[in-house]
Nanobody
Framework: QVQLVESGGGLVQAGGSLRLSCAASGLMFSSYGVGWFRRAPGKEREFVAAMKRSDGSTFYRGSVKGRFTISRDNAKNMMYLQMDRLKDEETAVYFC??????????????WGQGTQVTVSS
């Protein structure tokens, strides 16, 4: 049974930082691309960041480039999202996902349950 479990969400002031973690189990983690997505209240889920399984190439939503960093530790079956200089409009539920195949874009195979990030202004 595949499980992805996020942690690290919470309340932070605008301009602050949070580090989200995602623990994976039940899959060959290193064989999957990984990504972070978010869903703000009343909005669709949107892409935030992704990392290819093969060469570790990273991709970011334009608005988070330079502030967010995605990373992974295959030995620990973990992925992370370091979020710096957070903005109040980035309040959302953040989800981690895992995707087979060479591209980290497209339909994801597995999802976590989400962790709430609230940024206060």
């Amino acid at each position: 049974q595949v499980q992805l479990v996020e942690s690290g969400g919470g309340l932070v002031q605008a301009g602050g930082s949070l580090r989200l973690s995602c623990a994976a189990s039940g899959l060959m983690f290193s064989s999957y691309g990984v990504g972070w997505f978010r869903r703000a209240p009343g909005k669709e889920r949107e892409f935030v960041a992704a990392m290819k399984r093969s060469d570790g190439s990273t991709f970011y939503r334009g608005s988070v480039k330079g502030r967010f960093t995605i990373s992974r530790d295959n030995a620990k079956n973990m992925m992370y999202l370091q979020m710096d200089r957070l903005k109040d409009e980035e309040t959302a539920v953040y989800f981690c996902g895992a995707k087979g195949g060479s591209s980290p874009f497209g339909e994801y195979d597995y999802w976590g349950q989400g962790t709430q990030v609230t940024v206060s202004s």
